[in-house]
């Protein structure tokens, strides 16, 4: 398979063994025109609330073309504006609870084809040249996932074409074009995505993530008023925040940043203060024992009652759901002396209506006795890569929780992450208390 890598600016293709790659959004192959050097090339990416109005296009408009003024080539990724989204998606489910998958990406994808082309408009109204792409027209190629689509290749020809003429190149955010030319959608912040997969084919100096917010904090603001931004984060560190609920970033986005060692500010668009950098992880980052504290309150609990605790079982309840690209989280099985047990899991709330269609329909096969939801739950996580060399912090964090009376419900754990799940009333009480035990002091 084919990867890019850059020597000196010049952009190559090197073959490496198919075992080498991850598997989220990792199958890539970049199609870039070979002996193409830019000095100083810059992928800004601009998010709904940057380009929620006119005034707020232009204003994104003037820190493009100055950005382009000092020198740099810029390729800038938009989103929709802020709720178009969320309105077609309230279309379709007029029509349809369950709207078809590939008709739904139709729909949703129109977003950003409004916004690329205002901007492109409001460039060139300042005298900077510009041009607009959509997803299928640079060819962001991807799988047939719909809604969650993950990035298989980019051909960047006409962005090279482009920048070459002097333009700067508007691509739109979230959406690409399967094998067979079905439109599709990367999932909730897939232009973060589309921006750091494009900053790596071109070998970008970095990929600025501009936001309504100034970077990268300790915990939501709006929720811990004692939150700190950060300076710096490791890659990993924001991918598990970025997996536990923290909204700055998109977790699969983190992971091609890291992948291809791209450089990412996350910064305000309505501020030029500095913000917080992606960066690889240092021998200093381990003297901190907690970096973030996230929540998330967009999961479900599924829980499958009285199944034969037997070989086989989690195969057969969890293949069907991954067939159907749900992404389980969290899983808990508890025996009892009967020979049963209890298979509880998470989804994503958006997902848990289709993964309970799918459980419901192999209750015959599992013979479970019965199958409960749970929407109202939220999932706390403290992450910090300090815990790969200090002892405690579980017995901290449960302490902690147990001094607020918050009762835990399910719990996991990865070397740099310990997350729990909890009524989803006590979470914003969960996040403030875990925040002034290892992050506040």
């Known amino acids: 398979m084919l990867l890019r890598f850059a020597l000196h600016g010049w952009h190559r293709c090197v073959r490496i063994p198919q075992s080498k790659c991850r598997p989220a959004d990792q199958n890539l192959k970049s199609k870039i025109v070979h002996g193409v050097r830019f000095l100083a090339l810059l992928v800004q990416k601009y998010g709904g609330t940057s380009v929620g109005s006119i005034d707020k296009i232009k204003n994104v408009a003037a820190k493009v073309a100055a950005a382009k003024r000092a020198g740099n080539d810029v390729v800038v990724v938009v989103s929709a504006m802020s709720g178009e989204t969320n309105r077609l998606i309230a279309l379709a489910q007029e029509i349809s609870p369950l709207p078809d998958e590939r008709e739904k990406d139709v729909l949703i994808s129109t977003g950003e084809q409004v916004t690329v082309a205002l901007l492109s408009l409001a460039l060139k109204e300042i005298g900077q040249p510009a041009r607009s792409y959509l997803g299928h027209q640079v060819r962001i190629e991807t799988d047939n996932a719909y809604g969650k689509a993950r990035i298989l290749s980019i051909d960047s020809t006409k962005i090279v074409e482009a ?13 690409g074009v399967d094998e067979n030319d079905n439109i599709t959608t990367l999932g909730r912040g897939g232009s973060d995505t589309s921006a750091v997969a494009l900053a790596a084919f071109l070998n970008a100096k970095a990929c ?22 950060l300076g710096k984060i490791s890659y990993d560190e924001m991918i598990e925040l970025a997996s536990t609920g923290a909204k700055v970033l998109e977790i699969r986005s983190v992971e091609f940043a890291k ?3 791209v450089p990412v500010h996350v910064r305000s668009t309505f501020s030029d203060v500095e913000g917080t950098w992606l960066v690889e992880e240092d021998d200093s980052m381990s003297d901190v024992l907690v970096s973030g504290v996230a929540c998330d309150k967009n999961e479900a609990k599924i829980t499958l009652v009285r199944v034969p605790d037997e070989p086989g079982l989690a195969a057969r309840i969890f293949g069907p759901i991954a067939d159907a690209h749900i992404v389980v989280d969290m899983i808990i099985q508890n025996a009892s002396e009967d020979g049963t047990t209890d298979m ?7 997902d848990h209506q289709k993964a309970l269609a799918i ?23 403290v992450v910090g890569v300090g815990m790969r060399t200090h002892a405690g912090v579980a017995a901290i964090m449960f302490q902690t929780l147990a001094r607020e009376k918050v009762n835990i419900q399910m719990i996991s754990t990865s070397e740099i992450k310990i997350s729990v799940v909890i009524d989803a009333k006590q979470s914003d009480q969960a996040v403030r208390a875990l925040h002034q035990a290892f992050i506040a002091n």
């Open 163 to 175: 920048i070459k003429a002097g333009e700067v190149v508007v691509v739109a955010g979230f959406q």
């Open 208 to 229: 600025e993530i501009y936001t309504d917010v100034e970077g990268v904090f300790t915990t939501d603001p709006r929720i811990c008023p004692q939150a700190k931004k």
């Open 259 to 261: 992948k291809y060692s």
């Open 344 to 350: 509880t899991f998470t989804v994503p709330k958006a």
């Open 359 to 381: 459980v419901e329909k192999s209750l015959p096969e599992v013979h479970a006795k019965g199958i409960r939801v749970d929407t109202e739950i939220a999932k706390v996580s």
